[in-house]
T-cell receptor, first 114, second 113 residues
Framework: DVKVTQSSRYLVKRTGEKVFLECVQD?????MFWYRQDPGLGLRLIYF???????EKGDIPEGYSVSREKKERFSLILESASTNQTSMYLC?????????????FGQGTRLTVV | KNQVEQSPQSLIILEGKNCTLQ??????????LRWYKQDTGRGPVSLTI?????NTKSNGRYTATLDADTKQSSLHITASQLSDSASYIC????????????FGQGTRLTINP
């Protein structure tokens, strides 16, 4: 089974702190994604990466950055956390298969910024 | 603009009853459509996948349909169980060089005993 592991289930951080969310997958997938999930808004793509050291902005990249130094690890960085970044963060990975691509999700990190 | 809309936003039914969740999409070019189940506090897990040529796909008590002409999909749950209480998310994949997944907002289903 594919396993996508996020480093923390729950985090509480103060406004202005630098926050690192870590994600590791064990299936040698090329693609990795970071989403945030908010009530009424569904999942929104923050950043994705299709290879080591490659990254592309998603729909809501402002206030975030990412790092992918190794294929299995994709980190989301909040340079200066703000209260509007309180959310559920979901990491996913996938390998492109024509017509059948599936994203596998981690368990999520619920981040609260106070 | 690529969009996926789901209805209803929330649904409450009694255990043992059937229900149908709807998904309308405007994603082009279409690659496939998946229904995901997300338990509270967990990441989404894929239930079914539908490609352009498939009309119906079953996974146990879950049956998904796809009408590519009208760009509509449904997820039918038969003989609901308490463990079916979850959010169900419709996700449409666009057939492009870089993978593009478009998520619906989800339907929150509650099964009451």
């Amino acid at each position: 089974d594919v396993k996508v592991t996020q480093s923390s289930r729950y985090l509480v951080k103060r406004t202005g702190e630098k926050v690192f969310l870590e994600c590791v997958q064990d299936m040698d997938h090329e693609n990795m994604f970071w989403y945030r999930q908010d009530p009424g808004l569904g999942l929104r793509l923050i950043y994705f990466s299709y290879d080591v050291k490659m990254k592309e902005k998603g729909d809501i990249p402002e206030g975030y950055s990412v790092s992918r130094e190794k294929k299995e690890r994709f980190s989301l960085i909040l340079e200066s956390a703000s209260t509007n970044q309180t959310s559920m963060y979901l990491c996913a990975s996938s390998v492109p298969q024509v017509g059948r691509t599936e994203a596998f999700f981690g368990q999520g990190t619920r981040l609260t910024v106070v | 603009k690529n969009q996926v809309e789901q209805s209803p936003q929330s649904l409450i039914i009694l255990e043992g009853k059937n229900c149908t969740l709807q998904c309308n999409y405007t994603v082009s070019p279409f690659s496939n459509l998946r229904w995901y189940k997300q338990d509270t506090g967990r990441g989404p897990v894929s239930l079914t996948i539908m490609t352009f040529s498939e009309n119906t796909k079953s996974n146990g008590r879950y049956t998904a349909t796809l009408d590519a002409d009208t760009k509509q999909s449904s997820l039918h749950i038969t003989a609901s169980q308490l463990s079916d209480s979850a959010s169900y998310i419709c996700v449409v994949s666009a057939q492009s060089g870089a993978q593009k997944l478009v998520f619906g907002q989800g339907t929150r289903l509650t099964i009451n005993p």
